[in-house]
């Protein structure tokens, strides 16, 4: 099986030249899908709505995760980049894919972990109070736990080990990580592709995405663009 794993959107099109063109049985989204400074709230919904529509059209095989700057605007947090005037544009397209159940908070395949930003084994047992990280949907887990929490100390960019899977920071998640599992994260862009004791961290669109296929996890060069 051939996974494609795309990074944060803020209503770039890149992904769409990416999925017209590779070979794949599966779409991973990493989130993000709003927000930008150099994309307009017009062309980050019609881009949103684009992945609806492929995500209707791909069913379970495309999966679409959850980020901070999404959950920005379907709670009480704030992100750099909210948009007042695309807030309008943007809540009818979220209110969507909560009702037809299009977003995972994580994804699973395999043994390997898909999210935003990461599952921390302390937030997965200290905040949500579950044992098994298969366990972690909407269902079980509240918004507002997914909030940026001070549990465990304060840092401005949240890069504390009770972060949630929206808004964990790489030295956090490797400080944290989820026993018997490799995780592939967006959320934060290290300039290059960055593996690093099982973890992935793939905000990195345009410029790469990632292939898992027999289990074996890559960094693409995006040739499409």
């Known amino acids: 099986m051939r996974t494609l794993v795309l990074g944060d959107i803020h209503g770039h099109s890149a992904w769409r030249s990416i999925v017209n063109n590779e070979e794949y049985d599966n779409v991973v989204f990493l989130g993000d899908y709003l927000d930008a400074f ?66 995972d908070l994580i994804y699973i395949q395999d043994d390997i972990i898909f999210s935003h930003a990461g599952v921390s084994d302390y937030w997965l047992k200290k905040v949500t109070m579950l044992d098994d990280v298969r366990e972690v949907n909407f269902d079980s887990v509240t918004l507002d736990s997914l909030n940026w929490n ?20 790489p030295q956090s998640l490797l400080k944290s990580k989820v026993d018997g599992y490799r995780q592939i994260v967006g959320h934060t862009n290290m300039g290059t592709p960055v593996d690093e004791q099982g973890l992935y961290f793939n905000d990195l669109l345009p410029d790469y995405y990632i292939v898992v296929e027999d289990g074996n996890i890559g960094f693409v060069k995006n040739k499409f663009k």
């Open 150 to 169: 001070m549990l465990t100390g304060y840092d401005g960019y949240g890069n504390t080990i009770s972060q949630s899977p929206i808004w964990i920071r």
């Open 38 to 103: 150099n994309v307009t709230p017009e062309n980050i919904a019609d881009n949103l709505l684009d992945i609806i529509k492929f995500k209707e059209k791909m069913g379970d095989k495309c999966r679409l995760c959850y980020g901070n700057h999404d959950h920005s605007y379907w709670n009480s947090e704030r992100c750099s980049g909210y948009n007042w005037h695309g807030r309008h544009m943007y809540m009818p397209l979220l209110e969507d894919m909560f009702k037809e159940n299009m977003l």
